[in-house]
């Protein structure tokens, strides 16, 4: 017989806050705290696994409810944390403030997003136990380090709160000001490749911005991603006007046949991670040949072997596979890590919020190098947790529960300013 | 620093012929004899791995030259298997006379085909290496047993050559033959579930067949396969008489557009693994809703994790993924038991030759219980390997040069059979 395996004995959320620089999107302004959770997983056999996702009070509502479930379970089943809670799925919110940039928010959304640090949590433990990365558990990795792409953001130079973070990125309103950014990425990791987040300034002003870049960094792969803000007639037009510079164009617009339509026309290679976020919504999209490049994010697919199988579905009908960020920290970043080492095709560089992110719960944070990150040959995920700074980010969670929900929209309200006179 | 992995020193190819039964199909009649590959991946740790392929001579010769390119991988690099001796695919043989049942035949099966052993083998190895079973590699089993389907046969009593084995299940060439073949396999495991080859018999046969077995055991889910023989109308035809008791019709026809009609017009879900064979097939066939079942084979198909890569692609487009089977040995029998332990949504029983197989080259043979093979616990496939037996099979395939091709229909030539007349 082999070794039985551990079983998990305690399953420890603890929800903290971290900042947030002001970051511009469609929706509005990151707030200057925004909140995620973190899963701790205690064994029989003295193992532990770590796992992060999203921290909004429904995701963690929902964790506190299913980790009841994972009690008990042997770490050598991964596969069955999937169906752990589930049932029909239902729409919370079509247009949620802030995670609407990742398409409507259903009950499944959520569950699957919970679930994803579970699994995490689970497969770090196992890696643990028999002393292999996550990566071999996965089928193994076939790269070294894991591409990342520098994601440019429209951003004030401060929260318009009395009490946030500083950070010492300055501001960017302008082509100017977005190319400084991005000279100061590529110092930051030597990324291989530029995306902006636009849908936030008129977009002539954006066609700018992306001139510049290609002016400044000819040669370099460009992307933009107005999540969704656009027309047709004006994402005709902007792919008219950059669609020569732009490795892809991450959702232009949001209806399937208007994605469809711009694509046949322009030819342009579409992105996306707000009309396919989830396995019912691939079909229609590839139906319709509405997106090339789907942009998985392991948290809302329901974790890593789930992003191993939209890769597949990715492969069997001739698209890409990328990787979707939102704001996240260093666990996250090394389970994307771990998965992304083990697909085949990945044609493009991932996204990651995480140079955004000045504070972290590991003992070591990740480095860019190259804009890559190395893929661990440690046991597990290969991090640690700095105990320290999960207590001191959870104390804040506790004495500012107004931000326990991520709302961009009243980030703005809070600043003075309506959406749409920014 | 995990532990490093050991890394791969010799691969073993042993060429096998094993007895069969003379089993009928459209092609015509199993040969006394069939090839199979054994792959023997042997590391400088000591461990070694096992693995099962299609024995003839072009797999053979693929086998050699691809286990070239396995020297010295780590067996923790399972995922970079799939890329040996990647190449444009060229067609083999449209129609190839007994593999032809399974599709056209292509260079990139042919690979993938070796390959499959190839990964088992390093699964294997890797499981026994780190003490786990290979579904754990896999991300663990979502259930304690598969199961699968009795798959009954229209059958000669012997075969029409001087050496041959002997065998005892008797002939079945009418509904009575075919009820009685069907009650042995009953007592032999236990089944679930009946499939019959058909495709032999002129329909009116094959449909008296049906209805025989469905007022013998009442309410057993049945299935027929003709192997694409019939015409669209013979298709409609037997769908309507018998439609009512099959759980599904298997490659009625082979012609995409006639698929979908007959699916559109009874309602009877389809099953295949004749024309859905490789990933490019999978598209054209689920546009048009020609087929709800697939039925993989981890052969060709390319192993282990291809197969949940199927399956993944399977659940994203709303089919069922169940397991098709060619003439095989116990090695062929644990993978295959390994992968489904794993897959969610395994709807159907799995199909399996192994009762037909008198011979094995493992030291304990693997037993149906209630029509389950168990899934097992113990490191790696959970099979030991007979040297004894495998040397005698492969001085059996020494001997009889003219078996090394399985050839279904020479083998109703040398019976003095024309195939139409059988």
């Given at each position: 017989?082999?070794r039985?395996f551990?079983?998990?004995?305690?399953?420890r959320?603890?929800?903290?806050l971290?900042a947030?620089p002001?970051?511009l999107?469609?929706?509005?302004?990151?707030?200057?705290?925004?909140?995620?959770?973190?899963?701790?997983?205690?064994t029989?056999g003295?193992?532990?696994?770590?796992?992060?996702?999203y921290g909004?009070?429904v995701?963690?509502?929902r964790?506190?409810?299913l980790?009841?479930?994972l009690?008990?379970?042997?770490?050598?089943?991964?596969?069955?944390?999937?169906?752990i809670?589930?049932?029909a799925?239902?729409?919370?919110?079509?247009?949620?403030a802030?995670?609407?940039?990742?398409g409507?928010?259903?009950?499944?959304?959520?569950r699957?997003?919970?679930?994803?640090?579970?699994?995490?949590?689970?497969?770090?433990?196992l890696?643990?136990?028999?002393?292999?990365?996550?990566?071999?558990?996965l089928g193994?990795?076939?790269?070294d380090?894991?591409?990342y792409?520098?994601?440019?953001?429209?951003?004030?130079?401060?929260?318009?709160?009395?009490?946030?973070?500083?950070d010492?990125?300055?501001?960017?309103l302008?082509?100017?000001?977005?190319v400084r950014?991005a000279?100061?990425?590529l110092?930051?990791?030597g990324?291989?490749?530029?995306?902006l987040?636009?849908?936030?300034?008129?977009?002539e002003?954006?066609?700018?911005a992306?001139?510049?870049?290609?002016?400044?960094?000819?040669?370099?792969?460009?992307?933009?991603?107005?999540?969704g803000?656009?027309?047709?007639?004006?994402?005709?037009?902007?792919?008219?006007?950059?669609?020569?510079?732009?490795?892809?164009?991450?959702d232009?617009?949001t209806a399937?046949?208007?994605?469809?339509?711009?694509?046949?026309r322009?030819?342009?290679?579409?992105?996306?991670?707000?009309v396919?976020?989830?396995?019912?919504?691939?079909?229609?999209?590839?139906d319709?040949?509405a997106v090339?490049?789907v942009?998985?994010?392991?948290?809302?697919?329901?974790?890593?072997?789930?992003?191993?199988?939209?890769?597949?579905v990715?492969?069997?009908?001739?698209?890409?596979?990328s990787?979707?960020?939102?704001?996240?920290?260093?666990?996250?970043?090394?389970?994307m890590?771990?998965?992304?080492a083990?697909?085949?095709g990945?044609?493009?560089?991932?996204d990651?919020?995480y140079?955004w992110?000045?504070?972290?719960?590991?003992?070591?944070?990740?480095?860019?190098?190259a804009?890559a990150?190395a893929?661990p040959e440690?046991?597990g995920?290969?991090?640690?947790?700095?105990?320290?700074?999960?207590?001191?980010?959870?104390?804040r969670?506790?004495?500012?529960p107004h931000y326990?929900?991520?709302?961009?929209v009243?980030a703005?309200?809070?600043?003075?300013?309506?959406?749409?006179?920014?």
């Amino acid at each position: 017989m082999s070794r039985a395996f551990p079983r998990i004995t305690e399953v420890r959320l603890t929800p903290i806050l971290i900042a947030d620089p002001p970051l511009l999107n469609r929706s509005g302004v990151h707030q200057p705290y925004t909140p995620r959770l973190i899963v701790e997983v205690e064994t029989d056999g003295g193992v532990t696994g770590l796992g992060e996702t999203y921290g909004d009070t429904v995701y963690l509502d929902r964790a506190r409810e299913l980790s009841r479930d994972l009690i008990g379970r042997s770490i050598g089943a991964v596969n069955a944390i999937a169906s752990i809670g589930r049932s029909a799925s239902t729409l919370l919110d079509a247009e949620p403030a802030a995670s609407g940039l990742r398409g409507a928010l259903t009950t499944d959304k959520v569950r699957l997003s919970v679930l994803s640090a579970f699994e995490v949590a689970v497969f770090d433990a196992l890696g643990r136990h028999l002393g292999v990365p996550v990566h071999t558990l996965l089928g193994g990795k076939v790269r070294d380090a894991v591409d990342y792409s520098g994601y440019l953001f429209y951003k004030w130079a401060e929260h318009p709160v009395a009490v946030a973070e500083p950070d010492d990125w300055g501001p960017a309103l302008d082509p100017d000001g977005v190319v400084r950014q991005a000279r100061k990425f590529l110092a930051h990791g030597g990324f291989g490749s530029l995306k902006l987040k636009g849908g936030v300034m008129p977009p002539e002003e954006e066609i700018a911005a992306v001139r510049a870049l290609a002016a400044e960094f000819p040669g370099l792969p460009l992307r933009l991603d107005p999540n969704g803000a656009w027309s047709l007639e004006t994402s005709l037009h902007v792919a008219e006007q950059v669609g020569g510079v732009l490795e892809y164009l991450e959702d232009p617009t949001t209806a399937l046949d208007d994605l469809a339509e711009l694509h046949r026309r322009t030819g342009i290679p579409l992105a996306t991670n707000m009309v396919v976020t989830a396995m019912d919504e691939v079909r229609p999209a590839f139906d319709r040949d509405a997106v090339q490049i789907v942009l998985s994010d392991h948290h809302f697919w329901g974790g890593l072997l789930a992003t191993r199988d939209l890769a597949a579905v990715c492969r069997a009908y001739g698209r890409s596979l990328s990787m979707h960020s939102n704001t996240h920290l260093g666990i996250s970043l090394a389970a994307m890590t771990q998965v992304a080492a083990t697909v085949e095709g990945l044609d493009y560089a991932c996204d990651t919020h995480y140079p955004w992110q000045a504070e972290d719960v590991l003992t070591e944070r990740l480095v860019f190098r190259a804009g890559a990150i190395a893929v661990p040959e440690t046991p597990g995920l290969g991090v640690g947790l700095d105990r320290d700074a999960l207590a001191r980010l959870h104390e804040r969670w506790k004495a500012m529960p107004h931000y326990r929900v991520r709302d961009d929209v009243a980030a703005l309200r809070r600043a003075g300013i309506r959406s749409s006179a920014r």
